[in-house]
């Protein structure tokens, strides 16, 4: 059972798709906490967007149809 366990996580870590959203994520928390000299800063335009497209559903910005 263990083997079978560590396959399905290695499978994860060389799959492209999961690749790709670790990445998207690790840049949407960089660009949501981070200045551009990588230090913390409260970005109040963006937590409104991402707050409005929550509300919103999938008709916010950046909506893909």
């Known amino acids: ?3 079978q366990i560590q396959d399905w996580f290695i499978s994860w870590i060389f799959d492209p798709l999961n690749a ?4 998207d994520w690790n840049r949407l928390t960089k660009d ?4 551009e000299g990588g230090s913390l800063a409260y970005k109040p ?6 707050f409005l ?3 919103r559903g999938s008709d916010g910005p ?3 149809s």
Request: charged share 20%.
């Open 53 to 55: 497209c929550r509300r």
């Open 62 to 64: 950046g909506h893909l």
């Open 45 to 50: 335009h963006l937590w409104t967007t991402l």
């Open 32 to 35: 949501l906490l981070l200045a």
């Open 1 to 3: 059972m263990f083997d």
């Open 20 to 23: 790709r959203f670790g990445e």
